[in-house]
């Protein structure tokens, strides 16, 4: 039995977070994330875990608060992820679960 909820455990959050470091994405409370409609904003990025998102592989369907619309979101990384965008990003943040 303690070998199965390993085993769960490996798939459901060691794996995901491993594909996270590999594409160079982050987690954590403040994640720069961009909307379908190019608004940006910070969200909290927790792999294998969406209390307030529906996951669809590295993006989620989650509301927008910048253009208030719901939206399919995705984490801004490499050349994306200047200093500009940090701070848009920064001034708002989606709704906090804890």
């Known amino acids: 039995m303690v070998l199965v ?3 769960i455990w490996v798939i459901m959050v060691m794996v995901p977070t491993g594909i996270i470091f590999s594409k160079g994405l982050r987690f954590g409370k403040n994640v720069v994330v961009r909307c379908s409609a190019n608004h940006l904003y910070t969200t909290m990025w927790i792999p294998s ?3 307030k998102a529906f996951r669809w592989g590295f993006r989620r369907y989650q509301y927008c608060p910048v253009g208030k619309h719901w939206a399919w979101i995705s984490q801004l990384r490499g050349p994306e ?3 500009e965008a940090i701070a848009e990003a920064s001034k708002t943040h989606d709704i906090r679960i804890f």
């Open 5 to 7: 909820l390993v085993l």
């Open 81 to 83: 992820l200047t200093f």
């Open 49 to 51: 875990v969406s209390l």
